[in-house]
């Protein structure tokens, strides 16, 4: 009972935060068309670019340009959360912030994806089993690093490993809010989000009108989600359940 009281009193309080931070800066939702764009004339680039031998180089080159979009977007959520306001300055400056930070955990990935492809052949038919498995056992153990990494002053290693351990601690109060909005989005627009460094919904741009529709419903909420996290992860990473039922009797 004290775990069910403790997660509608958690989650009542970031209800109202978040609702407040979300009517006075929507405007986060529009970051979709943004990296949209971002992406289409960089990546564009990037294939002019690094052809023949600099061809090596691309992967570097990509890891750099995704680093700097989910950079971006984590501190305009860093500025949501903490400061209520989202302006042309913050769009600036947040695509350097969490450069290095981002940067490091793609490494990390990568490292891990590189011993992952040595033991897949070995199993045979089961290694590609085994490569879902790991994907989506990761994708919820570390599906809190970009709080993490906007939120604490952590290294990449560091805050992969506080991931861990605030999932282990608040699995319960995260996990399930979290699967509302999942499940929301994948019945309204059928994406589904497996991506822990999402910073908006693919567009297809061969869709109808109603396709449309749904995409950008499907985008408020995502939005509406992600400063969800923001609150939500602030509250359960800098309080205890005891600490906090504690309170509220006060």
Not at 89 to 103: A, H, L, M, Q
Request: no cysteine; hydrophobic share 50%.
């Amino acid at each position: 009972m004290d775990y069910l009281e403790d997660m509608i009193y958690v989650n009542k309080s970031v209800l109202e935060k978040s609702v407040k931070s979300f009517a006075k800066n929507w405007m986060i939702v529009l970051t979709a068309i943004v990296y949209t764009v971002i992406n289409l004339i960089l990546y564009r680039l990037l294939g002019i670019v690094f052809r023949g031998p600099l061809f090596i180089l691309s992967g570097i080159a990509s890891a750099l340009v995704m680093s700097s979009i989910v950079s971006n977007y984590l501190y305009l959520l860093f500025n949501i959360v903490n400061y209520n306001r989202l302006t042309i300055n913050d769009f600036k400056e947040g695509f350097t912030n969490y450069v290095r930070k981002i940067y490091g955990v793609f490494f990390v990935g990568y490292l891990g994806s590189l011993l992952l492809q040595m033991v897949v052949p070995v199993l045979g038919p089961l290694g590609n089993y085994l490569d879902i498995a790991i994907y989506i056992v990761m994708g919820i153990a570390l599906n809190a690093l970009p709080e993490t990494i906007y939120l604490k002053s952590y290294d990449a290693w560091e805050s992969i490993l506080y991931a861990l351990e605030f999932l282990k601690e608040n699995w319960l109060n995260w996990v399930i809010p979290n699967a509302v909005f999942y499940i929301s989005i994948y019945l309204i627009s059928g994406n589904i989000l497996l991506n822990v460094f999402d910073t908006h919904l693919a567009f297809n741009f061969a869709k109808s009108p109603l396709y449309i529709l749904m995409y950008a419903i499907s985008q408020i909420v995502f939005s509406f989600m992600m400063i969800y996290r923001g609150h939500l992860y602030k509250i359960l990473s800098t309080s205890t359940r005891r600490k906090r039922m504690f309170m509220k009797k006060i």
